[in-house]
């Protein structure tokens, strides 16, 4: 064991260049310190992001009874696979087996073998890391999108209700982007904890600010009007638009519960005891409780505030942004949340280019050596000049695209339905299917696949519906104009 130790350490040691990093995994990688609680704070700090502010929304199109509904056959859905997930971790034990660092690894320890070329593995990279892609861009845009709500409520608050009120979301779409190229220098997951903390708390906090807001408006007697079926086909609505946006709602809610991307990196930064199945188990039950609760209250008294006429953004919907004081505070709650959101999601793409190329040029001191800086206050700090150059380049791009398409609902259905059923159903089913040996047509083996068919229908109903929601949102839409 010591010789194995040692003959893979130099590698890792050479990357990362640090001295005082003494303790190491059996696997020559940095010692794990994540409890269930730190990775509960993740699943928290990735879940409840901006799917939980459409939910209003999403509740309206579908109605009383299929809308909970709806969200709650997600939820179980989400943690049940979650725990076919844990399990492959580790292969082919999943206590004892060899550790897998990323989805790709999982899968191609458990499906990669037996597929000529790897077709699962690629298929599994490209849909991690799009959607990984395409969740950073949402969140640059939602962030921007409440920043710009604190500037027109205290707009409104000092210059009255009728005041022109408009500001561009573009300045704090660039100010998102800076901050970010600063916290992407966090060099990997083992480091986000405190971020993940700070973000799940601010989670909670706009939670309840629009809970408490929902339920004041509700006792105040304000009318609105609600249907067990959601909005009505009418003057203003078509019963194929009404088609439509029930596709992109349920869009939505399988956005809402989009954390399966980044699971096993989440797992991979859990104490090796007790065993990280396990732990992950009990953290994912967390989580997704947690996060059901919270949905449910949000969406639920988000419809019964504002009716069939719900907002995108529920906590946009309160009048002239009041109380103003209150609305900010939430607001900027959120775009805390999304900044520590952010690096949950965007850090497996890191990891992953960076292994790549570390990989691919070994000798590269401009990919490889690590610069250690003695900054006052923090200690010695290291920082390497292939992270800076390429994670800068990324946040830039994101923002731009950010920048260039700023829709809301429409983006956050297409995440949705494009990440739920590959990674959320179709892969753990199928890595479990490979690693129990079930066999075909068993009654085991019936029900999984139907689950997994079912899932599909839904994605692409989703995927159909928030297509065409992009594409009338463009109609109109004219890029960098404020409007």
Same mark, same amino acid.
């Given at each position: 064991?010591?010789?194995?130790?040692?003959?893979?350490?130099?590698?890792?040691?050479?990357?990362?260049?640090?001295?005082?990093?003494?303790?190491? =995994?059996?696997?020559?990688?940095?010692?794990?310190?994540?409890? #269930?609680?730190?990775?509960?704070?993740?699943?928290?700090?990735?879940?409840?992001?901006?799917?939980?502010?459409?939910?209003?929304?999403?509740?309206?199109? *579908?109605?009383?009874?299929?809308?909970?509904?709806?969200?709650?056959?997600?939820?179980?859905?989400?943690?049940?696979?979650?725990?076919?997930?844990?399990?492959?971790?580790?292969?082919?034990?999943?206590?004892?087996?060899?550790?897998?660092?990323?989805?790709? =690894?999982?899968?191609?320890?458990?499906?990669?073998?037996?597929?000529?070329?790897?077709?699962?593995?690629?298929?599994?990279?490209?849909?991690?890391?799009?959607?990984?892609?395409?969740?950073?861009?949402?969140?640059?845009?939602?962030?921007?999108?409440?920043?710009?709500?604190?500037?027109?409520?205290?707009?409104?608050?000092?210059?009255?209700?009728?005041?022109?009120?408009?500001?561009?979301?573009?300045?704090?779409?660039?100010?998102?982007?800076?901050?970010?190229?600063?916290?992407?220098?966090?060099?990997?997951?083992?480091?986000?904890? #405190?971020?993940?903390?700070?973000?799940?708390?601010?989670?909670?906090?706009?939670?309840?600010?629009?809970?408490?807001?929902?339920?004041?408006?509700?006792?105040?007697?304000?009318?609105?009007?609600?249907?067990?079926?959601?909005?009505?086909?009418?003057?203003?609505?078509?019963?194929?638009?009404?088609?439509?946006?029930?596709?992109?709602?349920?869009?939505?809610?399988?956005?809402?519960?989009?954390?399966?991307?980044?699971?096993?990196?989440?797992? =991979?930064? *859990?104490?090796?005891?007790?065993?990280?199945?396990?732990?992950?188990?009990?953290?994912?039950?967390?989580?997704?409780?947690?996060?059901?609760?919270?949905?449910?209250?949000?969406?639920?008294?988000?419809?019964?505030?504002?009716?069939?006429?719900?907002?995108?953004?529920?906590?946009?919907?309160?009048?002239?942004?009041?109380?103003?004081?209150?609305? =900010?505070?939430?607001?900027?709650?959120?775009?805390?949340?999304?900044?520590?959101?952010?690096?949950?999601?965007?850090?497996?793409?890191?990891?992953?280019?960076?292994?790549?190329?570390?990989?691919?040029?070994?000798?590269?001191?401009?990919?490889?050596?690590?610069?250690?800086?003695?900054?006052?206050?923090?200690?010695?700090?290291?920082?390497?000049?292939?992270?800076?150059?390429?994670?800068?380049?990324?946040?830039?791009?994101?923002?731009?695209?950010?920048?260039?398409?700023?829709?809301?609902?429409?983006?956050?259905?297409?995440?949705?339905?494009?990440?739920?059923?590959?990674?959320?159903?179709?892969?753990?089913?199928?890595?479990?299917?490979?690693?129990?040996?079930?066999?075909?047509?068993?009654?085991?083996?019936?029900?999984?696949?139907?689950?997994?068919?079912?899932?599909?229908?839904?994605?692409?109903?989703?995927?159909?519906?928030?297509?065409?929601?992009?594409?009338?949102?463009?109609?109109?839409?004219?890029?960098?104009?404020?409007?």
């Amino acid at each position: 064991m010591d010789n194995n130790i040692h003959n893979t350490t130099p590698s890792t040691i050479h990357i990362t260049n640090d001295p005082t990093q003494k303790n190491l =995994d059996d696997d020559g990688r940095e010692k794990r310190t994540g409890t #269930w609680v730190t990775a509960s704070a993740h699943i928290i700090t990735a879940v409840i992001g901006s799917g939980v502010l459409s939910l209003a929304w999403a509740i309206a199109q *579908l109605g009383w009874i299929a809308g909970p509904a709806v969200l709650m056959t997600f939820s179980f859905i989400t943690y049940f696979t979650s725990t076919l997930l844990a399990d492959a971790y580790r292969a082919p034990d999943p206590v004892t087996g060899k550790r897998n660092y990323t989805y790709m =690894d999982v899968v191609q320890a458990s499906l990669g073998t037996k597929i000529k070329g790897g077709k699962k593995v690629q298929l599994c990279g490209i849909a991690q890391y799009v959607n990984l892609v395409g969740v950073t861009i949402g969140y640059t845009i939602t962030a921007s999108i409440s920043i710009v709500a604190v500037k027109r409520s205290n707009c409104f608050h000092d210059n009255g209700h009728d005041a022109h009120c408009k500001p561009s979301n573009y300045p704090y779409m660039i100010l998102f982007a800076l901050i970010q190229i600063v916290l992407s220098q966090i060099p990997n997951f083992h480091k986000l904890s #405190w971020l993940s903390i700070l973000a799940a708390v601010m989670s909670f906090a706009y939670s309840l600010i629009g809970l408490g807001l929902s339920i004041a408006k509700v006792a105040g007697g304000v009318h609105v009007r609600t249907t067990l079926t959601g909005t009505e086909v009418g003057p203003d609505l078509t019963g194929m638009e009404k088609v439509w946006r029930t596709f992109q709602a349920i869009g939505d809610i399988a956005f809402a519960y989009a954390y399966s991307t980044v699971l096993i990196e989440i797992q =991979d930064t *859990l104490k090796s005891y007790p065993p990280e199945n396990k732990m992950m188990k009990r953290a994912s039950l967390v989580g997704v409780s947690t996060t059901t609760l919270f949905y449910m209250l949000c969406g639920c008294l988000g419809y019964a505030a504002f009716g069939n006429d719900a907002p995108g953004n529920f906590l946009t919907g309160f009048g002239f942004y009041e109380p103003f004081w209150l609305i =900010d505070f939430a607001n900027i709650c959120i775009a805390v949340h999304l900044i520590g959101a952010y690096q949950v999601f965007c850090q497996p793409i890191f990891g992953f280019v960076e292994k790549k190329c570390r990989k691919r040029w070994p000798e590269s001191n401009f990919i490889n050596y690590e610069h250690a800086i003695n900054v006052p206050f923090c200690g010695e700090l290291h920082f390497n000049m292939f992270r800076l150059v390429w994670r800068t380049a990324y946040v830039t791009v994101t923002a731009l695209i950010a920048m260039i398409f700023p829709f809301f609902n429409s983006f956050l259905g297409l995440i949705g339905a494009g990440s739920f059923y590959p990674l959320t159903v179709y892969f753990p089913i199928e890595m479990y299917i490979a690693r129990a040996k079930i066999p075909k047509f068993s009654f085991t083996w019936v029900w999984l696949k139907i689950l997994s068919w079912t899932c599909l229908v839904v994605s692409l109903v989703a995927a159909a519906g928030s297509i065409q929601g992009l594409i009338s949102d463009l109609k109109e839409y004219q890029p960098f104009k404020t409007e």
